[in-house]
């Protein structure tokens, strides 16, 4: 997989955030699950945001707190790097800072969604981008757990895969995971302390630090990085 593959994936994934880092937990409708799981990930909260995702069994909880972390650490290095660089000049600069830009864009859609309830499974389909149509990845799937709407994590994360993965290649995998955050943030670090000033720059940073965590360089950079991300690939493809 491609390093800009999974900046896509991730970017689209931390799209979903939006600018109330304080906002209440509503799991009353698909809607405001929605709109809680967004909150936490951009108030960079990994807790908060597994709590609006369905999961089964040890792994599978696993697989889903790896992912929201690498989501969460792409967007902690997004408000970094849009905040100190200023406006990306590259390609991958724009999926980068996608993370922390989609706020007004991401109401505007919300306002448009259609919600789509059927006993206790829900859809939630945002409108397609201008000269697009509306396809799978604009539609999101929930489940309601007692009284509670999550997002359906069986099918945001392919979790039915998960299942059969041998232990020791998923122990792998999250490890792998883990330093892909670790890379996020210590590339956040990196502009933090003067290290990177440019977007070209970053960009070459943060490739060369996932390929040092997918076992194509050598160790990722510390920088006092903490985190862990998701059992590699996409999100929500």
Not at 8 to 35: E, F, I, Q, Y
Not at 86 to 100: D, I, N
Not at 148 to 166: M, Q, R, Y
Not at 186 to 202: E, F, H, Y
Request: net charge positive; glycine share 10%; hydrophobic share 40%.
């Amino acid at each position: 997989m491609s390093v800009r593959s999974f900046l896509l994936g991730v970017s689209a994934a931390a799209l979903l955030g939006v600018s109330v880092v304080h906002a209440a937990a509503d799991l009353k409708t698909p809607l405001g699950a929605l709109r809680t799981y967004a909150a936490a990930i951009h108030a960079q909260s990994v807790p908060h945001a597994m709590a609006c995702v369905s999961s089964t069994g040890k792994r599978e909880k696993a697989v889903v707190k790896s992912m929201l972390t690498v989501m969460v650490a792409n967007e902690h290095l997004s408000k970094i790097a849009v905040a100190k660089l200023g406006p990306p000049t590259t390609r991958g600069g724009k999926e980068l800072a996608s993370a922390s830009s989609g706020y007004k864009a991401m109401q505007a859609k919300l306002k448009k969604a259609k919600v789509s309830i059927k006993g206790t499974e829900a859809t939630i389909t945002m409108p397609a981008p201008k000269g697009t149509k509306a396809g799978e990845t604009g539609k999101l799937y929930f489940k309601k757990i007692g009284t509670d709407w999550k997002i359906d994590g069986e099918k945001l994360f392919h979790l039915a895969a998960v299942k059969k993965i041998p232990s020791k290649e998923l122990a792998t995998r999250l490890e792998m995971s883990d330093q892909m955050a670790e890379a996020f943030n210590a590339a956040a670090d990196d502009i933090q302390n003067g290290k990177v000033k440019t977007w070209k720059q970053l960009h070459n940073d943060v490739y060369k630090k996932m390929m040092a965590a997918m076992g194509m360089g050598g160790a990722p950079a510390k920088n006092g990085a903490t985190g862990g991300g998701p059992a590699g690939g996409g999100v929500g493809q």
